[in-house]
């Protein structure tokens, strides 16, 4: 575990040194808020409505991007291939990862919801789930990230994954049509997508439904994020070929 944390230190001054990156993990987010908020100004209580959802989205989205790429700039540069030489195995570096730009989901997560409900007005009944919930979607999106760099050559191919991966999710998750009102294959597809499970929990949350559902859908987050973090140990390579 102490590797997996000198891993976590390791990449968490590289992201304190990248001002682009604090800046597109921090600040962004809340700027898209403030868009979305006055796109619906003028619509009573649709920000309400569609606020807490994209209090999730906007952290998946920017947190997959961040560390796909992050990723594989490390292994383009030889650094992964020069940490795998030492003792650390891979489950330990990849978990010093998860742990890393999970910290950063958290001051994300927590910057996005103060904006949201102290400057823009979001009505939550619950903002420490809110929060808590937007850390555990911006943290999936960083595993997943992570798993899809596997398969990346360039940090180019690791942004066109996401078109793959993120936005058939954002379709399919309940984000822009209730899912009961897809087609029957579409929605028995959407069970499967993490995202989905995502946009439930947010929705009961901003019903202030803390019911079984809700756990049902954080369970099933947490195991998408397990599984997401074994299978980027299974698939890390040293070097891209």
Known sequence: MNRSLGTTMRVLR??????RSVALIVILPSVL????????AHSPGAFDRVGPIMLGLFPFIIMFLVTS??????????????????????WE??????????????????TSAAVAIWLLGLDLPSPLLAVSLAV???????????????????????????????????????????????ARAL???????????????????????????????VTIL???????VTLAAATLRRRTP
Do not use: K, N
Request: aromatic content about 8%; overall charge negative; hydrophobic content about 55%.
């Open 69 to 90: 790429v992050t990723m594989v700039r490390e292994r383009t540069s030889g650094t992964l291939e020069r940490i795998l030489t030492t003792p650390l195995q891979r």
């Open 187 to 217: 929605e028995l597809f959407s069970e499967v997508l993490p995202l989905s499970h995502a946009t439930d929990a947010l929705a009961l949350m901003a019903a202030d439904d803390v019911s079984r559902a809700l756990g049902i859908d």
């Open 222 to 228: 947490i195991g998408f994020c397990i599984a997401s």
């Open 33 to 40: 808020l403030w868009l979305f908020s006055e796109v619906l």
């Open 93 to 110: 570096l990849v978990t010093g990862y998860a742990i890393a730009f999970g910290l950063a989901a958290l001051v994300q997560a927590t």
């Open 136 to 182: 555990l979607i911006a943290v999936l999106g960083s595993v997943l990230g992570l798993f899809t760099s596997a398969f990346a050559r360039t940090e180019f191919q690791a942004v066109q994954f996401m078109p793959l991966v993120v936005i058939p999710q954002i379709l399919l998750g309940g984000v822009l049509v209730p899912r009961d009102q897809m």
């Open 14 to 19: 590289q992201l304190s040194h990248d001002h």
